[in-house]
């Protein structure tokens, strides 16, 4: 891989403080993701990869914290370091993310168009006539058919695929160098989450941006991907080419993640 370093991940912990006391969801976790790499991260439920990724976003929950010795580099930058404002800056310009539930990361009063036209409008387009043409210009290419029209609509009256690819339309408006996907078609039936995954893979094609795939399937990983890291209870326990993963697995964690995957086994 010769691309430059985009995202350095360097000991990062999370932990999560409440009443009850404290969980380390993320337990030091290192990585790095290469310009125009879709590298997969991959783990059972509750392995901490949603952490990670509202770590990257800086979006953290009531209680969370990031441990004093983490260390993320994006595009050069200290992360970590950077004020709210500079913060809200680099969100959604340079790094953006597609979440789970397309429902609940839709505002329900806002027309769909307005909403996708925002992005461009909080990161410097001035003039509104610009930005709704620029939504409906992103609508279009991320398939939604009659997207002027479409535009007008409230989250509710499109479909569950439909929301999902507004939701894509959102994230890329800016073109973004880094995308964090997690698990962006779980809540979509089978037909409509391999439409959306082609969609997401012809746009990383045609914008050379990084994706950083979080999902527990690793059928998608086999299609996306060049690269997963496999997560455990809080902690990387393989990072390597797909490939690699998929012949000869190293850690005996991800051997048996993939026993648990009948049809990718199966062709092997
Ligand atoms: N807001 C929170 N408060 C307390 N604990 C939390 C919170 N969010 C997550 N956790 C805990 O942190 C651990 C990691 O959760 P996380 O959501 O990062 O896992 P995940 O790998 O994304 O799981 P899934 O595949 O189910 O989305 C879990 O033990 C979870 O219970
Ligand atoms: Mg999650």
């Not at 995202?7 to 790095?32: K, Q």
């Not at 387009?125 to 058919?145: C, H």
């Not at 029209?149 to 800016?174: N, T």
């Amino acid at each position: 891989m010769t691309a430059p370093v985009l995202l350095d991940v360097r000991d990062l912990v999370v932990t999560y403080v409440s009443d009850a006391g404290a969980v380390r969801a993320v337990d030091g976790v290192s990585f790095a993701v290469h310009a125009g790499e879709t590298v997969a991260l991959v783990g059972e439920s509750g392995c901490g990869k949603t952490s990670v990724a509202f770590a990257l976003m800086r979006v953290m929950a009531p209680g969370a914290r990031i441990g004093a010795g983490s260390r993320i580099t994006f595009d050069g930058a200290d992360l970590l370091a950077l004020d709210e404002r500079a913060m809200c800056d680099l969100r959604g310009r340079k790094i953006s993310m597609i979440f789970q539930e397309p429902a609940s990361a839709l505002n329900p009063v806002m027309k769909v168009g307005a909403q996708v036209a925002e992005v461009a409008l909080l990161h410097g387009e001035r003039s509104k006539r610009a930005a709704w043409d620029r939504a409906v210009a992103m609508l279009d290419r991320t398939g939604i058919a009659d997207a002027a029209r479409r535009a007008h609509q409230y989250p509710h009256e499109l479909s569950g695929g439909m929301r999902q690819r507004v939701l894509i339309a959102m994230a890329l408006m800016m073109r973004p160098a880094l995308v964090i996907a997690d698990e962006p078609t779980s809540a979509l039936d089978v037909t409509v989450q391999a439409q959306i995954l082609d969609l997401l893979r012809d746009l990383q094609r045609e914008t050379g941006m990084a994706v950083l795939f979080i999902t527990h399937d690793f059928g998608v990983v086999a299609e996306l991907c060049s690269r997963a890291m496999v997560m455990r209870a809080g902690r990387i326990v393989e990072d390597a080419p797909v490939d690699r993963i998929f012949h000869a697995p190293a850690d005996p964690y991800t051997a048996e993640l993939l026993r648990a995957v009948p049809r990718l086994t199966a062709d092997r």
